[in-house]
């Protein structure tokens, strides 16, 4: 499919919250609107000439993108005080960068068999943190950088999918995508990955979507792109990001409402993400949730979409955060609801109470991570924690207003194992359109014309019939199952924080016993992985909870045992932790048992909670051999050193296997 020809994703505009929606509002901002589209696609534009290192025109397959990696003065609205505060923060600038939207990054689109080449330019000042010999684990090098594509399927060697590189200030690279011809289509994202600075550079906003489009029709032998299926569906791009800006006084301490209340930044500040000691002052557990700052979708703080009652929409949704998770909800808003001026993080949570506070309205998942579910999942919510995506058809059965919330969740399925307060993410406006009597059916009967008019007469029956059964999407699932029979190895890995030292230690280890985790070291090769070979990993964490993230192979989920041995995996499973917890029911389990994906939450040992759960996936390796990570994706822990090396190597006498299989 042709860029020309993509589906168009611009036909729905995402309009930004106009300040003057909460009322009165300080003068200098009464006729600043924050109107906004889904970002904007990398490579529609045309970069100066004197950024392209390319010396001929690219191929009608190719694309040849240009991101500068700079510090970028701009400005995000903050809700509590209902003015916009200035910020100075690394960026990426280049083809098609949104300058009214410089904190998140422009989309990437490609289709199975494009190459993409990006030049990656560090224009950041030097940074004698990155010079060789630094400590490897924590935060440093900050003004060093590197890219990664998230969920792709493409070499991780080289110029491929590097993230063992370091871009430097003053280097230039060109990374190179080759995408193969039978990659899944889906809803990617791509974000910098040095180790050491990850986490500062991703809270910055250098994060955007990724998205694979695909026209492959199924047939009665073959899988096809749910593309095919959705072509009619408007979609909408949403990326979730959690920008920790803050301003520091003069004592060099972050500036706050009492000694550990919300960041405040006063006129004439600009607030940044800076200091020797950034990742102990921002990244520490629950202080996302104690800045008072609002997670921005597509780089804007509580924006307004625009939608029309029984419109059914495509949303991609992406975590692209640092760490704390993200519980979706859309709630209708009560008519006569009313917005104040000035709306601090424990005003939202007053109004959330007051105005927004139903069980809100059901939407169909159809995708996790990017690769398309064997059946929709009908919920009211969506648990997000970092690194993951789900794709939903989502349509509004009534006018009105509504609100975008993350809502509480229980200890045990949030990063920081502390019940979150909700928040307010953003608001719909529907205006009126068609009735919908019945949400399900609704869906079902348009997925059913869809496919009517869509899919070819030998396999339309065979879809259909899915459709009517619990909307099943199994000629659209990319990926065979696979079945224990293939399973030609093992693998244990087990997250660990060690705090029985001064020194905390980020940990990862390839058994169940936490006594033998050790932290990530770059020249240690963690783990061998046959290439042709087929691994069933059983995963634990010892030590509170991490998003366990995977390179290059997505993994299928077998199961999610509870500390009783129960699998919550299985679609409608109740997990209460067991009846060790709290007492509250996390949702976020249920129905991932065969779903494939390729970051998954690992519950772990917490305060008050003795229960250990135990997850199983497997994973086939496929054609690209090379060394990659694996690492947990709450990214200041990564930085912090719960990482490994891992490689694909050819099997049979390979010098690569025989080097990695020497003792740790």
């Not at 901002?29 to 010396?55: D, F, K």
């Not at 003069?250 to 500036?255: E, R």
């Not at 009597?437 to 065979?462: C, F, G, R």
């Not at 770059?522 to 390179?551: C, N, Y």
Request: hydrophobic share 35%; aromatic share 8%; with cysteine.
């Amino acid at each position: 499919m042709a860029f020309s020809t993509r589906i168009p994703i611009g036909r729905l505009l995402l309009a930004g919250l106009a300040l003057a929606a909460f009322g009165a509002v300080p003068a200098a901002a009464q006729t600043v609107e924050r109107v906004i589209t889904n970002p904007r696609v990398l490579g529609e534009g045309t970069a100066p000439a004197s950024m392209m290192l390319r010396a001929l025109p690219p191929l009608p397959h190719e694309k040849v993108l240009d991101l500068n990696i700079v510090y970028t003065d701009g400005q995000l609205y903050n809700p509590a005080t209902g003015t916009y505060d200035k910020v100075r923060l690394r960026s990426y600038n280049g083809t098609d960068v949104d300058p009214t939207a410089p904190y998140v990054s422009p989309t990437i689109e490609a289709v199975p068999g494009d190459t993409i080449r990006v030049n990656l330019n560090n224009q950041l000042p030097a940074d004698p943190s990155c010079a060789p010999g630094h400590e490897h684990n924590g935060g440093h090098c900050f003004n060093g950088t590197n890219l990664h594509t998230h969920g792709l399927w493409v070499n991780p060697s080289g110029n491929g999918d590097n993230v063992l590189l370091s871009i430097n200030p003053g280097v230039k690279f060109q990374y190179e995508y080759n995408i193969p011809g039978d990659h899944p289509a889906g809803t990617f994202w791509y974000h910098t990955h040095r180790h050491g600075s990850t986490a500062l550079q991703v809270s910055s906003g250098m994060a955007g979507a990724l998205i694979i489009r695909g026209d492959r029709q199924p047939t009665p032998t073959t899988t096809g792109d749910l593309d095919t299926l959705l072509a009619g569906f408007p979609e909408r791009v949403m990326v979730f990001q959690q920008i920790q800006y803050f301003c520091r006084g003069a004592d060099g301490n972050i500036k706050r409402v009492g000694k550990d209340g919300p960041y405040i930044c006063d006129p004439g500040d600009v607030g940044g993400i800076e200091g020797d000691n950034v990742y102990e002052e921002a990244f520490s557990p629950g202080e996302w949730p104690a800045s008072g700052r609002y997670t921005s979708i597509n780089g804007v703080v509580l924006p307004t979409f625009k939608a029309v009652q029984g419109q059914i929409e495509r949303w991609r949704m992406i975590h692209a955060g640092v760490r704390d998770t993200i519980s979706l909800r859309i709630v209708k808003m009560k008519p006569l609801a009313q917005l104040t001026a000035t709306l601090s993080q424990a005003q939202a949570q007053a109004f959330i109470q007051d105005s927004c506070n139903g069980s809100g309205i059901s939407y169909f998942k159809v995708a996790a991570d990017g690769l398309t579910l064997a059946q929709a999942q009908g919920s009211n919510l969506s648990v997000f924690q970092p690194g993951y995506r789900w794709d939903a058809l989502t349509v509004f059965p009534e006018a009105g207003r509504y609100c975008l919330i993350d809502a509480s969740s229980p200890a045990s399925g949030s990063v920081n194992g502390d019940n979150p307060n909700p928040s307010l993410l953003g608001f719909v406006d529907v205006e009126p359109g068609a009735d919908v009597p019945n949400l399900t059916t609704y869906v079902v009967d348009a997925l059913v014309a869809a496919a009517n008019a869509e899919m070819p007469a030998d396999v339309a029956p065979a879809v259909l019939a899915d459709l009517k059964d619990g909307l099943k999407l199994s000629k659209f699932v990319p990926h065979p199952d696979i079945a224990e029979s293939e399973v030609t190895g093992q693998q244990e890995l087990t997250f660990f924080i060690d705090t029985s030292t001064d020194d905390t230690k980020f940990e990862v280890s390839n058994t169940l016993d936490e006594a033998q985790a050790e932290p990530y070291d770059p020249t240690r090769l963690d783990r061998a992985l046959k290439l042709g070979g087929v691994d069933e990993w059983t995963m634990q964490s010892h030590f509170v909870s991490h998003p366990f993230h995977i390179h290059v192979n997505p993994f299928q989920v077998v199961s999610i045992l509870d500390p009783n041995g129960k699998d919550v995996s299985v679609l409608g499973a109740i997990d209460d932790d067991g009846g060790t917890s709290d007492g509250k029911i996390d949702p976020q389990y249920s129905g991932l048992k065969g779903v494939w994906k390729d970051t998954l939450w690992i519950k772990g040992l917490r305060p008050k909670f003795p229960g250990l759960y135990t997850i199983k996936v497997r994973t086939r390796y496929q054609r690209y051999i090379g060394e990659f990570v694996i690492h947990c994706h709450i990214l200041d822990h990564e930085d912090g050193g719960m990482m490994q090396n891992v490689a694909v190597v050819l099997p049979d006498g390979d010098v690569s296997e025989e080097a990695a299989a020497t003792p740790r």
